[in-house]
């Protein structure tokens, strides 16, 4: 699920369009900058090919045969398949476009459209979603995991050491849960093996984002509090 760029994985591309024409078009498109594409020329097909294969962006087109493209994006988002999703559309009014933006879709586009338009906007999409699957909540809060900066609502940001990094990863990933210094010591500081460490890095952490973001449990151990 990454850029073709890497040149291990290729961007994997859905197209659902009932527009022979226009399928083998973007088909070809895609082949040429480097996206590996699957097309679908009816609803049934583009959902089967949806829940079956792994994609990185899909094409829908709005007005298809059997299950129109909103609600077959309904039914994929259902099902939990969240890769970003353009609807392509001959019509381009206002309620339309929030029909398809309020149905699931992260992008929309208006036929007819230029090929730079649209492989730029999916360029777009994959960016996006990068940056999704590298940072995670804390709270209100965003931390990125590549860049270790937690960023608050309200703009203010702080860099965390890479231990402190790992230690609020860890309290993040399950925030209801309270871990013991002795479970944290086996997953932060295999290397130390100090349970006073932990106490340390907990005090770093709130110097850096506030006394809140770690709540002590007494007797017990620690778990992640509110930024
Ligand atoms: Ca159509």
Do not use: N
């Amino acid at each position: 699920m990454s850029a073709v760029s890497d040149g291990m994985t290729v961007t994997r591309i859905l197209v659902v369009e009932d527009d022979r024409e226009l399928g083998e078009l973007l088909v070809r498109l895609f082949r040429d900058v480097g996206y590996a594409a699957d097309v679908a020329r009816d609803g049934q097909t583009g959902l089967h090919l949806a829940l079956t294969r792994e994609y990185d962006v899909l094409i829908i087109d709005r007005g298809l045969p059997g299950i129109d493209g909103l609600d077959l994006l309904a039914r994929l988002r259902r099902r939990d398949v969240a890769a970003p999703a353009l609807v392509l559309t001959a019509l381009g009014t206002v309620e339309d476009r929030v029909a398809g933006l309020d149905g699931g879709a992260e992008d929309y586009l208006v036929k007819p459209f230029e090929v730079d338009e649209l492989l730029a906007r999916i360029r777009a999409l994959l960016r996006r979603a990068g940056t999704r699957a590298h940072t995670m909540a804390v709270g209100t809060a965003e931390f990125d995991l590549i860049t270790r900066r937690v960023t608050t609502v309200d703009g203010s940001a702080a860099t965390l050491s890479g231990r402190e990094s790992d230690l609020l990863r860890m309290l993040a990933e399950a925030p209801s849960r309270v871990f013991s210094r002795a479970e944290i010591v086996a997953k932060v500081f295999p290397d130390a093996a100090a349970e006073s460490l932990v106490d340390t890095y907990v005090h770093y952490l709130r110097r850096k984002l506030g006394a809140e973001v770690v709540r002590t449990v007494r007797g017990t151990g620690y778990r992640l509090g509110a930024l």
